[in-house]
């Protein structure tokens, strides 16, 4: 889906990433966020015009897969902060690259169907601040879609407290109660975005590597069935 390679010059290590053409909006969604200036975000120095291939300054500290369950619980906190200072710039978003994923395109279009690729995986964690990255999926869509992929493989204690610190962050916005609530509706909607993106991935790089994605395909299936016929399970994260 992409190759990233890390190179030392004389300004510092710089990262190279070459993506598949459908997902090159990246490098201009990361800039948009910057120019914000609302958080930490990937310092982009060149672009390649012709295939979007692009250059970034190394941005040091680990991933959300390292850190402790607090740590990560700060992470949804940041994205929140992401999320409410670019409620209201739906035209600027989609001007940056970033795709309206609306109910329409859920039931007609898949292959315009691509959702934000949050997951500890993509979040930096630095002495002081939070960066997140990899936003080749940014879509303008229902911000509570950012918590599927989250939530996945974690344990059930840790997803309650997930939930809990997400909806803690818009509470000045939105009742707590409110958002748990709302999350039940969206929860197998989100399955089913995730499900799509995996799918459109799948035709993407056609027959010979489709195997590495139909199986996580599959999986999401599973959750959201399982999601649909069960919406009152009192289950935080995935079954």
Same mark, same amino acid.
């Given at each position: 889906?992409?190759?990233?390679?890390?190179?030392?010059?004389?300004?510092?290590?710089?990262?190279?990433?070459?993506?598949?053409?459908?997902?090159?909006?990246?490098?201009?969604?990361?800039?948009?966020?910057?120019?914000?200036?609302?958080?930490?975000?990937?310092?982009?120095?060149?672009?390649?015009?012709?295939?979007?291939? @692009?250059?970034?300054?190394?941005?040091?500290?680990?991933?959300?897969?390292?850190?402790?369950?607090?740590?990560?619980?700060?992470?949804?906190?940041?994205?929140?902060?992401?999320?409410?200072?670019?409620?209201?710039?739906?035209?600027?978003?989609?001007?940056?690259?970033?795709?309206?994923?609306? %109910?329409?395109?859920?039931?007609?279009?898949?292959?315009?169907?691509?959702?934000?690729?949050?997951?500890?995986?993509?979040?930096?964690?630095?002495?002081?601040?939070?960066?997140?990255?990899? @936003?080749?999926?940014?879509?303008?869509?229902?911000?509570?879609?950012?918590?599927?992929? @989250?939530?996945?493989?974690?344990?059930?204690?840790?997803?309650?407290?997930?939930?809990?610190?997400?909806?803690?962050?818009?509470?000045?916005?939105?009742? %707590?109660?409110?958002?748990?609530?709302?999350?039940?509706?969206?929860?197998?909607?989100?399955?089913?975005?995730?499900?799509?993106?995996?799918?459109?991935?799948?035709?993407?790089?056609?027959?010979?590597?489709?195997?590495?994605?139909? %199986?996580?395909?599959?999986?999401?299936?599973?959750?959201?069935?399982?999601?649909?016929?069960? %919406?009152?399970?009192?289950?935080?994260?995935?079954?």
């Amino acid at each position: 889906m992409s190759a990233v390679l890390r190179t030392p010059t004389d300004r510092g290590d710089l990262y190279l990433k070459a993506v598949l053409p459908r997902l090159a909006r990246e490098p201009d969604i990361t800039r948009y966020l910057a120019s914000l200036r609302i958080a930490p975000f990937s310092t982009i120095t060149a672009i390649s015009p012709g295939d979007r291939w @692009w250059l970034a300054e190394d941005f040091g500290g680990v991933d959300g897969w390292t850190v402790s369950a607090e740590q990560r619980r700060a992470c949804l906190t940041q994205l929140v902060m992401v999320q409410k200072e670019t409620i209201h710039r739906r035209d600027e978003l989609i001007a940056a690259g970033c795709v309206p994923l609306t %109910p329409a395109s859920l039931a007609d279009d898949v292959g315009s169907t691509l959702a934000r690729d949050f997951h500890p995986g993509n979040v930096i964690v630095r002495d002081d601040e939070i960066l997140l990255h990899d @936003w080749s999926f940014a879509t303008v869509t229902n911000p509570l879609f950012d918590l599927a992929s @989250w939530l996945l493989d974690t344990s059930e204690p840790d997803a309650a407290s997930y939930l809990d610190a997400y909806f803690a962050a818009w509470a000045d916005t939105v009742a %707590p109660e409110r958002m748990r609530s709302a999350w039940h509706v969206a929860k197998p909607l989100a399955a089913m975005v995730e499900m799509m993106k995996l799918i459109e991935l799948a035709d993407i790089v056609g027959p010979d590597h489709d195997f590495n994605w139909l %199986p996580m395909t599959y999986g999401w299936g599973r959750r959201l069935l399982n999601a649909a016929t069960h %919406p009152d399970l009192t289950i935080n994260g995935w079954r």
